[in-house]
Antibody, heavy 119, light 108 residues
Framework: QVQLVESGGGVVQPGRSLRLSCAGSGFTFSTFGMHWVRQAPGKGLEWLALISNDGIIKYFADSVKGRFTMSRDNSKNTLYLQMSNLKIEDTGIYYCASGQKLIRPFDYWGQGTLVTVSS | EIVLTQSPGTLSLSPRGRATLSCRAS???????LAWYQQKPGQPPRLLIH???SRATGIPDRFSGSGSGTDFTLTISRLEPEDFAVYFC?????????FGPGTTVDIQ
């Protein structure tokens, strides 16, 4: 079955960088468009970014544009979110998710990884 | 950017009650690409409804979605104990794929 496992979260100071990973298994990773979604503590869901299955198409939410980049290594079945110039408001659980194609709802979600930005 | 507004913020109901949740978009949602998710504490969201009215795989038929354009509704016909959770709508027709703020359905 489709499994997504995020890693790389932790505590980081404002202004620093962090890279999250999302490992996929149980499906042909290279055929799935992927998304990152975050959830601040006790808050709602915020869509952050998407990447097409071949890595060519990328879109970002305004809140992270210019600070976050997204990439994927289909040979390793892994998605990445490179976060730089982190702000306190970037604190939250980061989920990778997919609906297979880009214009699809998100059938599959990982369990999330917690990022805490704090001095 | 399409802004989604959900109402009410909290819905307090009894088991076996009927829940009606609203999601309103600031502009028409392309091709009615509107989804509903359920989230329980400590878990990722679970897809319930897509395309405004199609149930996702394995979702019980007590969950139904309706609406088009800018106004959408999720109905839970008869609440089971496991249905008390937070519900989010999302439009996935155009980037950014925005979510609504959520409706909490709790036990009265």
């Amino acid at each position: 079955q489709v499994q997504l496992v995020e890693s790389g979260g932790g505590v980081v100071q404002p202004g620093r960088s962090l890279r999250l990973s999302c490992a996929g298994s149980g499906f042909t990773f290279s055929t799935f468009g992927m998304h990152w979604v975050r959830q601040a503590p006790g808050k709602g869901l915020e869509w952050l970014a998407l990447i097409s299955n071949d890595g060519i198409i990328k879109y970002f939410a305004d809140s992270v544009k210019g600070r976050f980049t997204m990439s994927r290594d289909n040979s390793k079945n892994t998605l990445y979110l490179q976060m730089s110039n982190l702000k306190i408001e970037d604190t939250g659980i980061y989920y990778c998710a997919s609906g297979q194609k880009l214009i699809r709802p998100f059938d599959y979600w990982g369990q999330g990884t917690l990022v805490t930005v704090s001095s | 950017e399409i802004v989604l507004t959900q109402s009410p913020g909290t819905l307090s109901l009894s088991p076996r009650g009927r829940a009606t949740l609203s999601c309103r978009a600031s502009q028409s949602v392309s091709d009615n690409y509107l989804a509903w998710y359920q989230q329980k504490p400590g878990q990722p969201p679970r897809l319930l409804i897509h395309g405004a009215s199609s149930r996702a795989t394995g979702i019980p038929d007590r969950f139904s979605g309706s609406g088009s354009g800018t106004d959408f509704t999720l109905t839970i016909s008869r609440l089971e104990p496991e249905d008390f959770a937070v519900y989010f709508c999302q439009q996935y027709g155009s980037s950014p794929f925005t979510f609504g703020p959520g409706t909490t359905v709790d036990i009265q």
